[in-house]
């Protein structure tokens, strides 16, 4: 079965500051690797997700994936407020639907 | 705008009493599932469908039942609630075409048993 673990548990940055998020997995045959972030009693909601090797940026966000060293990361530039949050990462197989295993999370606090 | 409904947002019973909670998704998905959030363990999968009268078991599926009465509409059955059941529940769907498919998940419900 899919382990999926993620580190920090929680964090705390200063406004402006880099974030770095860590998630490995255990399924070299993984196919899917996603991030979602939950504002405090909201719904998680998909935030980014890459399928190769390599890295992906969407504005202040960056996804690198490494399947050899099956661990992948997400990275915030500039962390705001806002980006406050539970931040979950999912793993699937490639297989006739898209079974998500999420790690346990890690609690990101930006200071202002 | 495609979503995903749940009903009730909060909801109180005494052990062993009967609970359903409901979820509806208008994303034109095949697949929903139900989770449930527990501090320390994050998102765990109890059941999930991939269509009208189709049901399959998740990873904790030990109390829970589960019906998929149409492509919208996924219930989960608590038939003798326990206080090991006090949880964040959340319904998801994702699009069966895509097995890279985003989940879109409801609100929650939040359960407490007493």
């Known amino acids: 079965q899919q382990k999926v673990q993620q580190s920090p548990e929680s964090l705390i940055v200063p406004e402006g500051a880099m974030t770095s998020l860590n998630c490995t997995f255990s399924?070299?045959?993984?196919?899917?690797f996603a991030w979602y972030r939950q504002h405090s009693g909201k719904a998680p909601k998909a935030l980014m997700s890459i399928f190769s090797n390599g890295e992906k940026e969407e504005g202040r966000f960056t996804i690198h994936l490494n399947k050899a060293s099956l661990h992948f990361s997400l990275h915030i530039r500039d962390s705001q407020p806002s980006d406050s949050a539970l931040y979950l990462c999912a793993v699937s197989m490639r297989s006739g639907y898209n079974k998500l295993t999420f790690g346990k999370g890690t609690v990101l606090l930006v200071s202002p | 705008e495609a979503a995903v409904t749940q009903s009730p947002r909060n909801k109180v019973t005494v052990t062993g009493g009967n609970v359903t909670l409901s979820c509806r998704q208008t994303?034109?998905?095949?697949?929903m599932y139900w989770y449930r959030q527990d501090t320390g363990h994050g998102l765990r999968l109890i059941h999930y469908?991939?269509?009208?009268?189709?049901?399959q078991i998740g990873d904790v599926p030990d109390g829970y039942k589960a019906t998929r009465t149409t492509q919208e509409d996924f219930f989960l059955l608590l038939e003798l609630a326990s206080p090991s059941q006090t949880s964040l529940y959340f319904c998801?769907?994702?699009?069966?075409?895509?097995?890279?498919?985003?989940?879109?998940f409801g609100s929650g419900t939040r359960l407490l048993v007493i």
């Open positions: 399924d070299s045959a993984s196919q899917y």
């Open positions: 994303n034109s998905h095949n697949y």
């Open positions: 998801a769907s994702s699009d069966a075409n895509r097995w890279d498919s985003d989940y879109t």
């Open positions: 469908s991939y269509g009208a009268g189709n049901l």
